[in-house]
């Protein structure tokens, strides 16, 4: 028994996560919106879950644990009980119980749980319920005294809401049977070879109702054995035998199919005496729906065994772009082989299949961010009531699907923010009361997509942060000397919280107050590529914002040039391209630094490090500077050349090379060739800013500025802009082939990772003069609605940030583009760009025709 | 280490040449031998750590054999060649001037290291073997790639 019993442990485990799960939200809910049936239902019937599988687990204390909070909640459902803290705060202490007794099975050592004192308290709280009269179980007994050795089965009687649901069966035309069946006298486990009928009927259909009922059934003593199911189902009468036959065990089972004429006989009776007596026995109905909501299919795999997937799906990637290389090169060596027409085609066919399993995968290892996220609410409860405080917390945003690995990385930085809202940021409620705030704080938890990152907000409503506090702390500390702080701004002063030691908390709580927690948090957050802002006004509340890259393995990123040398930016870090002229450099304290709008940015130049030519950046008049981030720090890496943005895979540079400094790994490109990544955390931590320079540039995303990210580029003189949210990649011109009767102005298709897209010449769209191509041809390709454009430019120049609200209204200007297309224009200190409203230049419906008309092209070709 | 290993040394062996300097590794070692690929440069501690090659979709690591033993750099040709070996479950290329042969090397052909070696430290070989009357030194490529811990031990 016991060897059968280990394969199912994780099963088993599994369940019991499940379960506690639905405890844990719903006895919140109960907390929160007070009594309510369905919500009691759920509790009382995740307990019985739980109840139930850890009997058949041979989980003794455990199944009497839960079987106590069954009855707790039988007491409360029966309207014998209220719910008042007292139950909620011991249903808690009684799910972290459960929760122990799981890590003690992984363990092994279960019998080192003691529930002794809980099962008293549980008892004593079910014992205070009035004494109700108990219901069906009398009945049942009574039976089971005239039960000797002829099966006797119960009584068949179905109250107002079965008979409906018996006669709603009949309209929609399924079979409604009435299964008996009756168990071997003295097989082992009755109860949990009902259990077994029970699962084993709900396949094949559903289960209306049971006699005796459910919990007479899971009492091993008092059922006898004999059982009536009334199950609605599709399948055939021998269909329904051979599922319960499947059995062991079984002694007699016997099929008698309700209909509307002898429905009644199954109704009358004492129907009007019992039912009546005993409403609490109906099956409720929830449980059918939630029966069949949990059919969901699913296969548990092994993340090793994803992340080998996905590494072979990464090699595949690379392997296609060099089919495709090696096929470009065999049509220019022999134009004039058909064979190689097939060649490609069958190339497109893969590409198309490569990149499709590629998401696929990718979405595999990406889950909703709900299962952290449903660990707060309870936490948030715990600690509110710990710090006697009132809060509403709310969470947006939970289906936001994120990589697995991240899921299980944000948690600690979250959980540190969570507390620190509740400790410092929220007030007690007598304080906010007398600051004219309602005494229930907010504390809102969201999580969003935002340009193939993820952005997860903390905000509260409280107190906000005390700057003053903060720079008095820094300087007790020696962090920060008082001079230096006086030159600080406001944010500079805020950034400081991230470091150790540093608290604005006048006291250590249990919850936070000891300064490291924030610093944690950073090194989180760094760690994971990702950024971090703080907003906070004083009385009114704070917000921090973490943006994260949506996955580990694969990112975005800025491809450049140092010297003759290629890297790759993780797009994540990357703030800002800008190109800084001789004047706008100067070097403070031995540090290059150069002066974007009015504030101090240090530059890095990593040639050196990197071995690379320093020719073409000290010829050029003017820098081209990529500003980096990480969490709060911002530096100017100078570069010679941008190349554009592309999804690449990480790889590790392996064991042997170890990790070379400001490296990250590395990755293939298309045409093979190697390109290192840039660790930026590195870079920015030691090149960047010294403490002693003062900066307080944040070009993190500000509530008060809409910034949005554009894409500028080139045609002819002017300069126009798409905002790059549309911009799925930027790539150099392919060969592009030409469509027959193709509208408007698009010149041909192309092959884009495989994918046919067809290509828009913008200049031709526009109505300004056709050029030919030139090396510095770009074709960027747009994203609208899911539809893949190219669109044909002279050149790309760079992607920058603009405040939405600086925009100004196209009229102003004399554009050789109609107006229509116009969003708006933007001026920079020395030039104008014309950002293009990309949604009227490209209609959807002539994309999506286009789009079709390519597919039906190439499968015409197949 | 310290003594012959007889069943490693038994068999097959590829033969290298290095600085003129004839070199062996047991095929046993050998993964694969390719053609010289563009290298990309990963500045390091360790110069002799030439950079990376991408082969089939994996990053290896390449060690420039005459870096490793201070030799006169010489630009790559024809016959540069990159021997693929497995240490620690990764790859790790050896760029070599020219592969000459796969040979049968016999344990009684075995000579342990001798004095006469300058120009590449001799604590790098394994032992010596006659090969059509030329001497092949067996690396010990243990040695050959990680030297500094290999002369603290």
Request: hydrophobic share 40%.
């Amino acid at each position: 028994m016991e060897m059968d019993m280990s394969v199912y442990l994780g099963a088993f485990l599994d369940e019991v996560d499940e379960q506690l799960q639905i405890l844990e939200e719903e006895v919140l809910v109960l907390e929160q919106d007070g009594e309510n049936q369905e919500t009691i239902q759920k509790i009382f019937r995740a307990a019985h879950t739980l109840k139930g599988s850890s009997a058949a687990m041979g989980m003794t204390t455990m199944k009497e644990l839960t079987h106590k909070v069954e009855n707790v909640f039988d007491a409360i459902r029966n309207q014998q009980l209220k719910v008042n803290t007292q139950i909620i705060n011991l249903i808690f202490d009684s799910i972290d119980t459960i929760k122990l007794f799981k890590e003690a099975i992984l363990e092994g050592t279960v019998d080192s749980v003691d529930v002794s004192q809980l099962i008293e308290k549980l008892e004593a709280c079910k014992n205070s319920a009035t004494a109700g009269e108990p219901t069906a179980k009398t009945d049942v007994k009574q039976e089971e005294k005239t039960s000797s050795d002829e099966i006797i089965f119960p009584e068949v009687i179905f109250d107002e809401y079965q008979k409906d649901m018996v006669e709603k069966a009949f309209e929609m035309k399924m079979n409604v049977i009435a299964v008996y069946v009756a168990l071997n006298p003295n097989a082992m486990l009755k109860s949990v070879r009902a259990f077994l009928i029970n699962n084993n009927l709900k396949e094949i259909g559903e289960i209306l109702a049971s006699f005796p009922s459910t919990e007479v059934i899971e009492d091993e003593e008092k059922f006898e054995g004999s059982l009536v199911y009334i199950v609605v189902t599709d399948s055939k009468n021998h269909e329904v035998l051979s599922t319960i036959n499947s059995i062991s065990d079984i002694k007699s089972v016997h099929l008698s199919e309700i209909k509307p004429e002898n429905l009644e006989s199954f109704t009358k009776g004492k129907k009007v005496g019992i039912v009546e007596q005993k409403p609490p026995q109906a099956p409720p109905p929830a449980p059918k729906k939630d029966a069949k909501l949990k059919v969901q299919q699913t296969v548990r795999v092994d993340v090793e065994r994803l992340e080998y997937l996905l590494n072979l799906v990464g090699e595949l990637v690379i392997s296609q772009t060099r089919l495709k290389d090696v096929g470009n090169r065999l049509s220019e060596r022999y134009p004039n082989e058909s064979i190689i027409e097939d060649f490609h085609e069958v190339d497109n066919q893969l590409g198309q299949i490569v990149s499709e399993l590629h998401e696929g995968m990718m979405k595999t290892r990406m889950l909703p961010i709900e299962q952290l996220f449903n660990r707060f609410p309870r936490m948030v409860r715990d600690l509110a009531q710990t710090a006697g405080k009132e809060v509403n917390f709310i969470i947006e945003g939970k289906e936001t699907e994120l990589d697995r690995n991240l899921i299980d990385e944000i948690g600690d930085p979250i959980i540190h923010l969570l507390r620190n809202a509740l400790d410092h940021g929220i007030e007690s409620p007598a304080e906010r009361e007398k600051k004219g705030k309602s005494p229930q704080g907010t504390v809102i938890l969201k999580a969003a997509h935002k340009e193939n990152h993820i952005v997860i907000t903390i905000s509260d409503d409280g107190n906000g942060i005390d700057t003053e506090k903060l720079k008095q702390s820094a300087i007790k500390k020696q962090q920060i000397t008082p001079a230096e702080a006086e030159r600080m701004s406001e944010k500079d002063i805020l950034f400081l919280i991230f470091k150790s030691g540093v608290s604005t908390a006048a006291k250590v709580t249990e919850i936070s107050g000891r300064g490291v927690g924030m610093d944690i948090v950073r090194t989180h957050i760094e760690k994971l590529n990702g950024l971090i802002d703080i907003e906070t006004k004083q009385g009114e509340g704070t917000t921090f914002t973490i943006k994260l890259p949506l996955t580990l393995a694969i990112i975005r990123s800025l491809l450049v040039k140092l010297g003759d040398k290629q890297f790759a930016v993780p797009l994540v870090n990357v703030q800002e391209i800008i190109r800084l002229g001789k004047h706008e450099i100067k070097t403070i304290q031995n540090q290059e630094v150069g002066i974007v709008r009015d504030q101090v940015l240090p530059l890095v130049r990593l040639h050196k490090r990197f071995n690379a030519s320093e020719d073409q950046i000290n010829k050029s008049k003017r820098l081209l500077v990529v500003i980096v981030g990480l969490a709060e720090k911002r530096i100017g890496l100078v570069i010679d050349q941008t190349l554009g943005n592309q999804e690449i895979v990480i790889k590790p540079l392996g064991k042997y090379m170890g990790s070379p400094k400001y490296i990250a790994g590395a990755t293939i490109m298309g045409d093979g060739k190697v390109a290192l990544i840039l660790d930026v955390a590195s870079i920015v931590l030691e090149e960047g800013v010294k403490d002693s320079i003062p900066y307080n540039q944040s070009l993190a995303t500000n509530q008060h500025e809409k910034v949005i990210g554009v894409t500028s580029f080139y045609l002819g003189e002017e300069e126009y802009g798409i905002e790059i949210d549309k911009v799925k990649d930027i790539i150099t011109v392919p060969s592009i082939s030409p469509i027959i009767n193709s509208p408007y102005s698009i010149i041909g298709m192309s092959n884009f990772r495989g994918k046919l897209i067809s290509v828009m010449d913008l200049r031709k769209r526009l109505g300004l003069p056709i050029q030919p191509l030139t090396r510095k041809s770009r074709i960027i390709i747009v994203e609208i609605n899911n539809e893949l454009l190219g669109l044909l430019v002279d050149r790309v120049t760079q992607v920058l940030k603009v405040d939405e609200n600086k925009m100004e209204e196209a009229p102003n200007y004399e554009s050789l583009v109609e107006q229509e297309y116009i969003q708006g224009m933007y001026h920079f200190d020395d030039r104008l760009m014309i950002l293009l409203n990309i949604n009227r230049i490209i209609e959807i419906d002539t994309l999506l025709q286009l789009n079709q008309k390519i597919n039906s092209e190439q499968e015409a070709v197949r | 280490m310290k003594e012959f290993d007889k069943d490693q040394l038994f068999g097959q062996y590829v033969v290298f040449a290095i600085e003129k300097q004839l070199c062996a590794l047991s095929i046993k070692e050998v993964v694969e031998i390719i053609r010289i690929q563009p290298i990309t440069e990963v500045v390091n501690d360790r110069d002799y750590i030439n950079g990376v090659i991408n082969l089939r979709g994996s990053i290896i690591p390449v060690v420039q054999l005459r870096m490793r033993y201070k030799l006169p750099i010489v630009p790559f040709n024809k016959k540069t060649r990159i021997i693929i070996i497995r240490n620690e479950d990764e790859g790790i290329g050896l760029i070599v001037d020219e592969v000459l042969m796969v040979t049968h090397i016999e344990d009684e052909q075995l000579e342990p290291p001798l004095e006469m070696f300058n120009t590449i430290e001799k604590d790098c070989f394994k032992g010596f073997a006659k090969v059509n009357d030329q001497l092949v030194g067996i690396l010990n490529l243990q040695k050959v790639l990680y030297p500094e811990e290999v002369k603290e031990g």
